[in-house]
């Protein structure tokens, strides 16, 4: 093969990848967790969480606070190492610091819906579980190793603030976990077919040719439209947003909400015919008491808030999201199946270790890590292993390691990061056994 035709071969296989991704039923997680981040960072008050930080508070509350803190405050590393600095330089404390800064990054919404939606719910599940719970660990035992060296309240009125959500917005909040659950849960009620709908047209055959070479159901292709549409007007629409809410906002938003009513039902390759099921039903109620809050019960400002962290995480997120699948649709083409069925393929702790430090030397941006464990997954890799790396990939970037350096100093860095290998491998491992015995 010459190297015009490899390089040929390496932008199809990426192109492929990059459709398929956006074609899927992945969009059903993916929308809805962008909206929950933008309410996370732009209506949930930091005080609602770090008035359980503070050193006065009971270690029984203060460690599962600072692990939920970490999921309602923090999108990814980048986010939460500020915060972590903050809270630990004000008194929380060196171990509810430390599983602050653990958990965040590592059961963020964005990443653990979309784990599940592409790798499975086990995946997803064990991220949260092991994550809080080695988070609170291993904070613990950063404080007993380093018991002598607390740091002193400097500033005691971050943790005597008080802040309080009204009844609007915690039913908004509600609204958006639902419909992420309705997109993603896989039960009966909601995949079964309640009736089909055969769509009265015929498709052109060079149209039809082009959606099997492409590997696409119309029902995809029109998913792919929707993105293309949805982009310009969410440029206008949400950009100066803090401004004004626009009629370009309301057009963007009604798109986004069809969109994922368009990827809500069953469609079947090369056939015309929609099977509506109960996730549409539901995905549609809770879209319009959505549009009811948000319209009715929200102020223009609250609104606009919201709106602009959610447009702040796309522009942040889904470009890299998008290189992201594209490289690894590129990478599956040439990586040779047997080096990963050879150096991961079974559930040992090197196994476990080597991906380990493969997610500290191959540190991915937020989302991006889960379409490259996707292609680990389908070359062979062992799940075990596979959460070994998803677990590791957010905590222990070489940047992290660099920035928390030098906000802990060599001596906490070097034992906190030590701690997190160790865990994550025996995390891999045990996984890895746990499903080997079911």
């Not at 939920?68 to 915060?83: D, E, H, K, M, R």
């Not at 740091?151 to 915690?170: G, H, I, K, S």
């Not at 626009?246 to 090369?270: H, K």
């Not at 802990?408 to 994550?424: H, I």
Request: charged share 10%; hydrophobic share 60%; net charge neutral.
């Amino acid at each position: 093969m010459s190297v015009g035709d490899l390089i040929l071969h390496l932008l199809q296989a990426g192109w492929t990848g990059l459709l398929d991704y956006l074609a899927a039923h992945v969009l059903l997680c993916l929308l809805p967790a962008f909206f929950i981040a933008g309410y996370l960072g732009g209506l949930m008050p930091q005080e609602i969480v770090t008035r359980y930080l503070g050193p006065k508070t009971p270690k029984w509350i203060s460690y599962p606070a600072s692990a939920i803190g970490g999921f309602l405050l923090a999108v990814c590393s980048c986010t939460i190492l500020p915060l972590f600095a903050g809270i630990w330089k004000r008194g929380a404390g060196l171990g509810p610091a430390i599983t602050f800064l653990f958990v965040g990054p590592a059961v963020n919404i964005l990443a653990i819906s979309y784990t599940g939606a592409a790798i499975g719910m086990d995946i997803a599940l064990a991220r949260i579980v092991l994550s809080i719970t080695f988070g609170i660990v291993i904070g613990m035992i950063m404080a007993a190793i380093f018991r002598g060296e607390q740091t002193a309240v400097q500033n005691a009125a971050m943790f005597e603030a008080r802040a309080a959500l009204r009844p609007a917005l915690w039913a908004l909040f509600g609204l958006l976990i639902a419909v992420l659950i309705a997109g993603t849960l896989q039960i009966d009620l909601l995949t079964g077919t309640l009736f089909s709908v055969t769509l009265p047209l015929e498709l052109p055959a060079g149209v039809a040719n082009t959606l099997d070479a492409l590997n696409l159901t119309l029902q995809g292709a029109v998913l792919i439209l929707m993105l293309v549409i949805i982009a310009p007007l969410a440029w206008k629409g949400f950009n100066n947003v803090l401004s004004a809410v626009s009629g370009w906002t309301w057009g963007a938003l009604a798109l986004v909400g069809l969109t994922v009513l368009l990827a809500a039902p069953a469609t079947e390759a090369g056939s015309l015919v929609i099977h509506i099921t109960g996730r549409f039903v539901v995905e549609l109620v809770l879209i319009g008491a959505i549009g009811y809050v948000a319209t009715r019960r929200l102020t223009e400002d609250e609104l606009a808030h919201w709106l602009w962290e959610t447009w702040r995480f796309v522009r942040q997120i889904f470009p890299l999201l998008l290189v992201g699948v594209f490289l690894a649709g590129m990478a599956r083409a040439i990586i040779p199946e047997d080096w990963i069925r050879t150096l991961a393929g079974q559930n040992t702790l090197p196994a476990n270790l080597l991906a380990v430090l493969f997610g500290v030397f191959m540190y991915f941006p937020t989302l991006v890590e889960v379409p490259i464990a996707r292609m680990f997954l389908d070359l062979g890799m062992h799940r075990g292993p596979l959460l070994a790396y998803l677990l590791a990939d957010p905590e222990l970037s070489l940047q992290s390691i660099l920035v928390t350096g030098r906000i802990l100093g060599r001596r906490k860095t070097a034992v906190y990061v030590s701690l997190v290998a160790v865990f994550s491998t025996l995390a891999g491992y045990l996984f890895g056994v746990f499903l080997a015995a079911l």
